[in-house]
């Protein structure tokens, strides 16, 4: 059994690159974290058969409350979404970090610093795709779930 997840942030009105992205990686779902949804629901529009899971960022006009953080869970692993900026990211992972484990996550996925970031906190992943807007390069992350291990990765869109 195997799963890939494609995860972006940030797209800001860009919605050629996450396009781009998924005709080249051919995911089993689409998150999307927020900055700006409406990208997210067009690129919906374009690929109607996949799954596509997204929280609202600060520059969705939310700033607080429901939409702004999400639990989804895939093949038994839980994963923490939020755009960032609620938990204040720019300023430390402590409190996106501490929220994943209040949610039992596996993984947390954020974005708002535009800076792409896929490392460890104990047995947590914690995942930034970075901005898939550019202007110079972009980027987005993968979450592949194989054999009951889950693993994640950063890619930079402009080498693909």
């Known amino acids: 059994l195997h799963m890939k997840l494609l995860v972006f942030s940030d797209s800001h009105g860009d919605v050629s690159h996450m396009e781009q992205a998924v005709l080249a990686e051919a995911p089993d779902r689409i998150v999307h974290l927020g900055d700006m949804v ?4 067009r690129l919906a529009k374009r690929f109607p058969d996949l799954p596509l899971d997204y929280v609202y960022g600060n520059c969705d006009g939310c700033y607080s409350g429901p939409g702004t953080e999400q639990v989804l869970t895939v093949e038994n692993f ?3 979404m939020m755009h960032g ?34 490392d460890r906190a104990g047995a947590l992943w914690v995942l930034n795709p970075g901005s ?8 987005y992350g993968i979450l592949t779930i194989q054999e009951g291990q ?6 930079r869109g402009d080498a693909v």
């Open 38 to 41: 409406r990208d997210a629901q």
């Open 132 to 139: 898939c807007r550019g202007p110079l390069f972009w980027t």
């Open 78 to 80: 839980r994963i923490l």
């Open 85 to 118: 900026h609620t938990r204040g990211v720019k300023g430390g992972l402590e409190r996106a970090v501490l929220a994943a484990q209040e949610a039992e996550a596996h993984a947390v996925l954020f974005g708002h610093t535009h800076r792409p970031l896929c």
């Open 150 to 155: 889950l693993r994640c990765r950063t890619v």
